[in-house]
């Protein structure tokens, strides 16, 4: 059942009010699940449950408007005068930090007192005409006769900002703008539905093949030592479990068969903690996997990269979450995972702040599992105070240092030649973290040095030892956590047939099996466990007491190399194998965080024009030192060494 409803009127707002509804089992029972609504050409969500009631103190006449809800502003005052000047002033903040406000919802004002002197005689004193203003209501008293002011009591307290209200009940609900995901980053729109759960957006906009996303008023939100957080915009992988929605891993098989969740993962709960407002679930290489765009993402679209020219590769796996980051200012982090570089690998590709915490950083309870003895979970953000602060709050049982390490590891053979355009601005970049650490870079070979000092019984290269071993720890960890319960309980449901998966997961899963399987695993884990125990202690992860790490290893992530994603690629065969610097975090379980420098140009082959790709930093340190290295990235942003990215086709336009 649907009733669209059309209403102009004076303030400039156009309604059209979808009332969703669910039918209950046979019962005539309907659930109105919100409305969504135009004002002033822009979208916005009222959601179907009311956060508060206002209750007039006489009748108040609505005949300039039939509308089934109209857009109201709290703004809450504690002077016991509130002046024209006053509300002017207030409003001009509100339209400077909130996305969601707008001169439209200020149809009917609520003016609330919320001072600690109860007793006074509260004074709104409105000498000026208020554009597009049909009503003002004041929680204290007032001359009667003025017309525009009305005395109302609230049944509970609201913020400030911009707020829809039911003239029929009193009702009030809470304004969400409604954006369209014209990148494809997200799988699907999420609201709270108010119970510590979640729903899909019950909403619908325009968009070739886009969903839509809610976002709440960034006013109503103000960070606190508990919520430190508060009011962050986030949208989350489709890997983490979220109570109320389905879970998909980038595979609709799996989508259909499994019902919505029960349980929101522990990790994002903690998020939800700090302050944090999840918005959507985003999309993901099936399964957590790494696959090319467009030729291996076969059940969903490969997100767009906005960058460049726009049709480069995302990277992945957490593909949505990187690229939605880097494409929408309404949007503050993201949350994805990463394995064997699934966070940076997107974070390279889109030139934003990115991380693979420390294995064990945060528990993953509740995310379906590439190999659970190396997925991590990171943050995606623009800005390094934001991403710090995130990675603060969020991670538990790690020790805060402000000292910095005075070595810096650097391995020449990384780098490309300082004559090309990002050569030459990696090499400014380290020379300015060398002044601002006082110290100097020390050029190290960790092949050469691993020959040199390997445990006895170890293969004399390091390659030798760890070729494989990454391939076979996520091929057989994943087929035998996810794939064989996921194959067995859909041949159950599905009159004994197998469900589609993705080339690249299907062929990886088949090449786990056919060399070794479980017994493999063991082995591969074995040689994982004697990298880490070198790299702590005749590699370059020795800890410190007084900076955490000895020292930080640099290496380049990015080059600004395009990587289109209409390029035809042979079909896969197997896991990537080998050994090289975006290994060494996984095989010795430390923190790998990688930052923009800056962006090189080249020409392209779809727009035929000078585009830019971004140039990226990883900085390594020892195992636990997560939080030292957010600490010295924030600092290298004060500094302007390191600087915030814009959204868009330019880190810096």
């Not at 679209?301 to 480069?312: E, K």
């Amino acid at each position: 059942m649907a009733i669209l409803r059309g209403i102009s009127h004076p303030a400039g707002m156009f309604i059209t009010a979808f009332f969703f509804y669910s039918l209950i089992s046979t019962a005539t029972a309907l659930i109105d699940n919100g409305k969504l609504v135009s004002l002033n050409g822009l979208d916005y969500w009222a959601g179907g449950i009311a956060a508060s009631e206002l209750s007039p103190s006489r009748n108040i006449n609505w005949n300039w408007s039939s509308a089934d809800i109209v857009p109201l502003t709290i703004v809450k005052t504690n002077g016991t005068i509130f002046s024209s000047n006053e509300l002017e002033k207030t409003i001009s903040e509100f339209q400077s930090s909130d996305d969601v406000f707008s001169p439209g919802f200020m149809e009917v004002i609520f003016i609330e007192y919320n001072g600690d002197d109860h007793e006074i005689d509260h004074t709104v004193e409105l000498n000026a005409e208020i554009p597009g203003n049909k009503l003002v209501l004041t929680s204290s008293k007032h001359n009667d006769h003025k017309p525009l002011l009305v005395h109302a009591n609230l049944r509970k307290s609201l913020p400030n900002g911009p707020y829809f209200l039911s003239p029929r009940t009193g009702e009030i609900f809470k304004a969400f703008r409604v954006y369209s995901d014209h990148q494809l980053a997200f799988t699907e729109g999420a609201v709270s539905d108010e119970n510590d759960g979640f729903m899909s957006l019950p909403a619908l906009t325009e968009g070739a093949m886009t969903k839509s996303v809610a976002v709440p008023s960034r006013l109503y939100y103000t960070p606190t030592a508990d919520k430190p957080l508060a009011g962050l915009r986030c949208g989350v992988k489709d890997i983490f479990d979220l109570k109320g929605l389905r879970t998909s891993g980038g595979n609709r098989a799996f989508y259909d068969l499994y019902p919505e969740r029960n349980t929101t993962a522990p990790s994002i709960e903690r998020l939800i903690d700090a302050g944090v407002v999840i918005v959507g679930k985003m999309g993901t290489v099936q399964f957590a996997n790494g696959d090319n765009p467009t030729a291996d993402w076969v059940d969903f679209h490969c997100p767009f990269n906005p960058r460049g020219d726009g049709y480069q590769a995302p990277g992945g796996s957490s593909s949505g979450p990187g690229a939605g980051i880097a494409s929408y200012d309404w949007l503050d982090i993201t949350i994805g995972s990463d394995t064997g570089g699934s966070m940076r690998s997107p974070g390279s590709m889109q030139g934003v702040f990115a991380n693979r915490p420390s294995t064990g950083a945060i528990g993953l309870d509740n995310v379906l599992p590439l190999c659970k003895d190396l997925d991590t979970a990171g943050v995606f953000a623009r800005d390094a105070e934001t991403w710090s602060s995130t990675i603060h709050a969020w991670y538990p049982n790690l020790t805060n240092y402000e000292k910095y390490p005075e070595r810096i590891f650097y391995q020449n053979a990384s780098f490309p030649d300082h004559s090309t355009e990002a050569g030459s601005m990696l090499e400014r970049f380290v020379q300015k973290v060398e002044k601002f650490l006082g110290s100097q870079r020390e050029y190290v070979d960790i092949a050469e040095r691993w020959e040199e000092t390997h445990p006895k019984n170890a293969p004399s290269n390091v390659t030798d030892l760890l070729n494989t071993t990454y391939a076979i720890l996520t091929s057989v960890g994943q087929y035998r956590s996810l794939a064989l319960p996921f194959y067995a309980d859909y041949a159950a449901e599905n009159d004994g047939r197998h469900p589609f998966i993705n080339p690249g997961p299907l062929k990886r899963w088949k090449w786990g099996q056919d060399n070794g399987g479980d017994s493999s695993y063991d082995v591969a884990l074995r040689n994982k466990t004697v990298f880490r125990e070198w790299w702590e202690t005749d590699g370059y992860g020795k800890p410190s007491k007084e900076a955490c790490s000895e020292g930080v290893y640099l290496y380049p992530y990015s080059k600004g190399e395009p990587q289109y994603r209409n390029v035809y690629f042979d079909a896969p065969t197997a896991p990537p194998m080998g050994f090289k610097d975006g290994r060494i975090s996984n095989m010795a379980d430390v923190p790998d965080f990688v930052v923009p420098v800056g962006e090189v140009s080249y020409n392209s082959t779809v727009s035929y024009k000078t585009e830019y790709m971004p140039v990226t930093m990883s900085f390594v340190a020892a195992r636990g030192c997560d939080l030292m290295l957010a600490n010295l990235i924030r600092d290298l942003q004060a500094v302007e060494i390191i600087k915030p990215v814009n959204t868009g086709s330019r880190m810096y336009p």
